[in-house]
């Protein structure tokens, strides 16, 4: 029997210290089909089409905001993108229970076999905070690619990472935590559509929210070239 975890369910307001409301971007239509074209307005596609002529940024740090009081950042997270790979047909990467944690599109039964339109995109990631962060909430990360069956830019929203604050919470499916100082190995995945197999460029939005200003900015690291030589 599939599993019918809908991505809504990411979509709660979670109190972080000073960050107010921690949800996905407003920039991502969070009622839509995961993936899904992205939106017109979205301020991040033009940034995601100007690495298509970038080089790959694995093994890149970069600073992702975490923290803000008004316009000013507070505390950032170092966030590195280690490796990028890709399962088709069946998920063996995880087990039983780490299946269970995952959530989005209904496109995977409970031994890890795949619908035939979807794919399975891991990221190993490290992220580092010089002070504790009780309720990090990956779910504001994005995968933006373009595909071959679109003119327009696509996006896909985070279906799984592998420590949630509370894992028999589906509430908090999104929600990690960091330790001051502690470099945090991760893996987060995202269920995409298979179309994503033949796109030449794909990105990483690198969020934990959306501040509605300006003046700060998540980050975007390009993660890939494509796909078919990892899968």
Known sequence: MKKHIFSAILVLCMTVSGTGCNSVSDTVDTTSQNPAVAPKDDSNVEQAESQADQQVELNVTKQVPETVDGDTVTNYVDFTVKSVSVEQEKIVS???SELSRIFGPDAVQEDGTLDNDYVFVSLEITMKSD???DALNLASCVLYYSSATEDDMML????YQSDPVDPDDLHSSGVTSLNAGEEKDMTIGFLVSN???SADSISLYAAFADYGSDAIVNPMFKISDGLEATS
Not at 156 to 159: A, F, G, K, R, V
């Open 131 to 133: 002070a504790d962060v």
């Open 94 to 96: 995880l087990d039983q």
């Open 195 to 197: 179309d994503i197999m």
């Open 156 to 159: 896909s929203e985070l279906s």
